[in-house]
């Protein structure tokens, strides 16, 4: 994020506005009630607030990274009364240093800089909280329109996610390919093909009924998928082999419904499809700082020639819904090489 | 009455076993093979020579249309596939049958009875599966690889391999990195069919691929040459050098 007054240019201008008043309104106390040399009213004024003015700006930094990370209010709260302490230090030495040095009576300013002190310090502590307030005020409000603005993403997402379930997660070409070998079955091996439309109504099930918005656990997503790659393996026999590395874990963590399914069907087209060799497909999962992490890698044909156009596509679905869903946690990574492609997703493990 | 010989190219197992199990009451049709990929099924028609293919359009290394565009002759031809809208408009198009997966019996046996029918006849316009290949190259887009023959394999180059197109008469002769091949091709095709985006005619007879282009030079007046990462030199013409300039921003 950047800075709030940098940003802005009329930000800038209403910010060192305030500092020049603030600095006239100081110098004028200091000549007018006090009763100082204009040279100490004038020095004193400007310097200390134009100091002020720019640790101003930088206490920003701290002051967000303090009320955006998750702590405890009352650790929060040690930490702003140290900035602000650190700051109050270094602007009272600086200032004190500044004007030592600029004005020619050093010795009447030494003196009245020990009888305000105490009236600077809490000037000083005045204007660090406003400050602060106006810092957490702007915090608050970006992450409120943040909040908002992902959730009318996600909602948007959701209803353009159920249309787009049928059409792309469950390609025609799998559903017509996997009807044909159903018609065959029928004549060669009946009870093969029972077995194959009841996993075939399943995997249709749950598709249908996973919404975006509707989490489910990693287990029943697995179960979806299993089905999926059991069809595919009627379809390629021997072909295609399974394997799973899943620890027991990570089955509760929650995520949205067919998250994965894309992962699976790029690993079957890109692998079984292009491949005359046999394509393993291998899922592990594990948990990792409390992160899951799930990685799924498919051997593929080094002579072939990639060519399917709309490849990709699945796996920027995946990672818009994961960063939807998850927010900014999540990952995926792709990692190709010659003979194996991986799909490496990370995301916060949330329990059901 | 000799045997029809058939030969059966499809990938999945099942799909197979219901293209045999429905030819089973067909008597004097004799399944001379079975192939999973494309490049078996190059290499059995030309040793085996069968008299009809069932030809599945989506299959690995090498597509149902790719392998019949390296084939020299090519026997009846029964196209199937599950679900390929592109393919599905080029078959109505150009009047080609075809078996829609899951298809039934009575139009598993109709299609095979008209194909069996064109058998030894020169019935069929030669040029009807050329035309179909077109077409569906011409409405899936842009080419994404070349196909060729070679000897008696197949060899599949993907565009970013190509350096350069030239014309030769009738035919385009392709410069790739390991070699070059003739396509019977004119070079209008390839300037209709590679993606712009890579590759520009620089020349009447010449087309070259943008990436593998390291420096253009001055040759004659109005003339330059495009000189390639292999080393090779293009001659890009007066308009070609115009083109190139404004892809390239110079």
Not at chain 1, 72 to 96: C, D, E, H, P, Q
Not at chain 2, 122 to 137: G, I, S
Not at chain 2, 203 to 226: F, G
């Amino acid at each position: 994020m950047t800075h709030p007054i940098l940003e802005n240019r009329s930000r800038v201008l209403i910010w060192c506005l305030a500092w020049v008043i603030l600095a006239a309104g100081q110098a004028s106390v200091i000549h007018f009630v006090y009763g100082s040399t204009t040279d100490i009213a004038v020095a004193d004024g400007i310097i200390s607030m134009l100091l002020y003015g720019l640790l101003g700006i930088t206490i920003w930094f701290p002051v967000r990274y303090m009320l955006r990370s998750n702590n405890k209010v009352l650790s929060t709260i040690m930490n702003v009364i140290l900035t602000g302490a650190v700051t109050i230090v270094l602007w009272l030495f600086i200032t004190r240093a500044l004007v030592r040095a600029l004005v020619p009576e050093k010795e009447d300013y030494d003196l009245f800089w020990h009888t305000v002190l105490v009236f600077r310090v809490a000037a000083g502590v005045l204007i660090f909280f406003v400050v602060t307030l106006i810092y957490y005020l702007y915090l608050s409000a970006t992450q409120l329109a943040e909040k908002a603005s992902r959730q009318a993403q996600l909602e948007a997402l959701v209803r353009e996610g159920e249309l787009k379930m049928l059409r792309a997660q469950i390609n025609p070409h799998f559903l017509f390919n996997s009807l044909n070998s159903m018609s065959s079955l029928t004549l060669t091996d009946p009870m093969k093909a029972r077995e194959m439309i009841l996993k075939l109504s399943d995997f249709m099930r749950y598709s249908l009924s996973s919404r975006t918005d509707q989490p489910v656990t990693l287990q029943s997503e697995m179960e979806s998928l299993r089905l999926y790659l059991e069809i595919e393996k009627v379809r390629f026999g021997e072909r295609l082999i399974i394997e799973e590395d899943i620890q027991p874990e990570c089955l509760t963590a929650l995520l949205p419904g067919m998250l994965l399914q894309p992962l699976y069907e790029n690993a079957v087209k890109h692998g079984v499809y292009e491949s005359t060799e046999k394509v393993v497909i291998r899922t592990s999962a594990h948990k990792e700082d409390g992160l899951v992490v799930i990685s799924v890698t498919n051997n593929i044909d080094p002579e072939s020639v990639v060519t399917r156009k709309g490849a990709g596509i699945g796996l920027v679905n995946v990672r818009s819904r994961l960063e939807l869903f998850f927010g900014e946690k999540a990952d995926l990574t792709v990692t190709r090489k010659d003979d194996s492609f991986n799909v490496m997703i990370k995301f916060p493990y949330r329990k059901s | 009455m000799k045997n029809i010989r058939v030969l059966i190219i499809e990938d999945e197992t099942p799909a197979r076993e219901l293209i045999k199990y429905m030819l089973k009451d067909h008597p004097g049709i004799e399944v001379i093979g079975e192939c999973a990929d494309g490049f078996c099924g190059a290499r059995e028609i030309k040793e085996k020579r069968p008299d009809l293919i069932f030809l599945d359009i989506q299959m690995p290394k090498l597509t149902g249309f790719e392998l019949l565009e390296v084939l020299d002759e090519k026997p009846e031809v029964i196209f199937t596939t599950a679900f390929d809208q592109y393919a599905i408009r080029a078959f109505e198009l150009n009047a080609v049958d075809y078996l829609l997966k899951p298809y039934s019996k009575e139009r598993f046996d109709s299609a095979l009875a008209k194909a069996v029918s064109r058998i030894g006849k020169e019935t069929q316009e030669p040029d009807k599966v050329e035309k179909l290949v077109t077409a569906v190259t011409e409405a899936e887009g842009y080419l994404t690889r070349i196909v060729f023959r070679k000897g008696a394999g197949i060899k599949i180059i993907p565009l970013n391999l190509i350096s350069y197109l030239a014309s030769e008469d009738d035919y385009v002769m392709i410069y790739y990195s390991e070699g070059k091949a003739l396509k019977p091709k004119t070079m209008k095709y390839y300037e209709d069919h590679l993606p712009p985006s890579l590759f520009m005619r620089v020349h009447r007879s010449y087309m070259v691929n943008i990436e593998q282009i390291t420096r253009l030079e001055p040759y004659s007046k109005d003339n330059y040459v495009a000189v390639l990462k292999s080393g090779e030199k293009i001659p890009v013409s007066r308009t070609g050098y115009k083109m190139l300039r404004e892809k390239l921003n110079f």
